[in-house]
């Protein structure tokens, strides 16, 4: 019979780590937010610019998928017009709980400088949303800090409750 | 009882206008003075009536009667060389005269020459389909019905084209205000939710200078936030904000930023 070398009883050798069920599903979902690729406008270019080498999203396991049923954060980039507001409900509802939102730039926040017949004032009248990101358009680093709070406020959750549902405005 | 408000014209208007001011007019020369337009305006001219022709900014402008454009399209196309529709759409000149203005952007690549078509239509009145001669009038008159609802006869798909199939209202229209009106404010969400949802939801707010009273209790300065309720004066400490919370995060190794080497050098 071989010899163990190891010591599992010093030196943190046990490869064993000992923690709640709250914290390990937690660190699980907060480090593979897959995000739906949501590009409505020009704050679409930039969160591109994000997934791509240079600021690469992957490294915080946040990695775009095509589909809202893959998907755990819906990253909404761009001008909402009224005639597709009725999808990106749709979309938010064939998302698995649970979800988040993330609101990217002034006019997803507001509806911006479009103040006009055409224009959704705010996506947070159609779907609830999470984290509101400034900026016209923001920059790559605002959605990299924007997803790093995500995850922040994603531990502080309770992970073994069902998501409360989000007051809608 | 309601104050009465002039629906005619409900587009912004500037506050003073100068009584004795002329609005500057671009300067009209004769067709004569353009061999080419000359020639064209004279093929025109042998076979449709022509009300009146011009050059503006080099480019000829020939107004004809409404029921004439097939023909005159056709012509332009097959014996002119104007073989490219580049534009057209409508003006609005309702509360002016009740009509409309429609216009056609024509454009020969073999002469390089522009000519615009124009003739006018009564408010009500619909216009002839060339969608036949040029397929790019295809989307142009389905445009020109979703922003003006002026029909085109003969057309293949005459629906709207950018504003959704149950939109009401004709947005390029003078009367039609540019934050929308009411079915336009709550299109979205009479959809979605139904009528019920709008006490909820609450009304769209348009005012750029809506100042709410929990602005600054909601929206801190970046860095320097402070727990809700805390009354803000403007000169809050700089609050590091941490990524990981105090106690670490699970499996991950703590940043520790005393030990971790900045890039100084952009260039680097």
């Known amino acids: 019979m071989a010899q163990h070398k190891v010591n599992y009883t010093q030196d943190g050798g046990l490869p064993v780590a000992l923690t709640s069920i709250d914290k390990i599903v937690n660190w699980g979902r907060s480090n593979s ?71 990217m730039g002034s006019c997803a926040n507001t509806g911006g400088m479009f103040n006009t017949y055409a224009t959704v004032q705010g996506v947070d009248r159609i779907i609830p949303v999470d984290l509101y990101l400034p900026g016209c358009a923001p920059r790559p680093e605002t959605l990299q800090y924007g997803v790093m709070l995500l995850q922040k406020k994603i531990r502080a959750n309770k992970a073994g409750n069902a998501q409360k549902p989000k007051r809608l405005m | ?29 004769e067709v004569e003075s353009d061999e080419v ?9 042998a076979k449709f009536p022509v009300s009146d022709a011009f050059i503006q900014v080099e480019q000829m402008t020939v107004w004809i009667n409404a029921s004439d454009i097939y023909g005159v399209l056709e012509l332009m196309r097959d014996e002119l060389a104007y073989t490219q529709l580049s ?10 005269r009740d009509e409309f203005e429609i216009f056609y952007q024509m454009l020969s690549m073999t002469k390089r020459k522009r000519i615009r078509i124009k ?65 336009a404010a709550w299109y979205e969400v009479d959809k979605i939710y139904g009528k019920e949802a709008r006490e909820e939801i609450g009304p769209e707010i348009r005012d750029t200078s809506t100042i709410d009273r929990y602005d600054s209790e909601r929206f801190a300065k970046l860095g320097h936030e402070v727990p ?21 995060v699970f499996l991950i190794k703590k940043f520790d930023k005393d030990s971790s080497k900045v890039i100084d050098d952009p260039q680097r």
């Open chain 2, 87 to 96: 534009e057209m759409s409508a003006i609005d000149f309702i509360e002016q």
């Open chain 1, 33 to 103: 937010i897959w995000a739906l690729t949501y590009g409505l406008a020009c704050c679409g270019i930039e969160m591109m610019a994000s997934g791509a080498s240079r600021y690469d999203f992957d490294r915080f396991g946040t990695i775009f998928r095509a589909s809202p049923r893959q998907a755990d954060v819906m990253i909404v980039a761009g001008t909402l017009t009224k005639k597709h507001a009725e999808f990106i409900k749709r979309l938010y509802d064939q998302m698995t709980e649970p979800r988040w939102v993330i609101s």
């Open chain 2, 37 to 45: 337009f000359a020639a064209d305006l004279a093929a025109i001219k």
């Open chain 2, 119 to 183: 003739y006018t239509i009564k408010n009500g009145q619909a216009v002839d389909s060339v969608e036949k001669l040029f397929r790019s009038a295809d989307w142009s008159e389905r445009e020109m019905f979703d922003m003006f609802g002026i029909e085109a006869n003969a057309h293949p798909f005459m629906k709207r084209i950018l504003m959704p199939y149950d939109w009401q209202g004709y947005p390029l229209l003078k009367t039609y205000p540019l934050q929308g009106d009411e079915f």
């Open chain 2, 1 to 29: 009882m309601r104050t009465y408000t002039n629906k005619k014209n409900v587009q912004a208007k500037p506050y003073y206008t100068d009584r004795f001011w002329k609005a500057p007019q671009v300067a009209k020369y």
């Open chain 2, 228 to 248: 809700k309720g805390t009354e803000i004066t403007g000169d809050e400490p700089k609050n590091e904000q941490n990524y990981q919370e105090e106690g670490g």
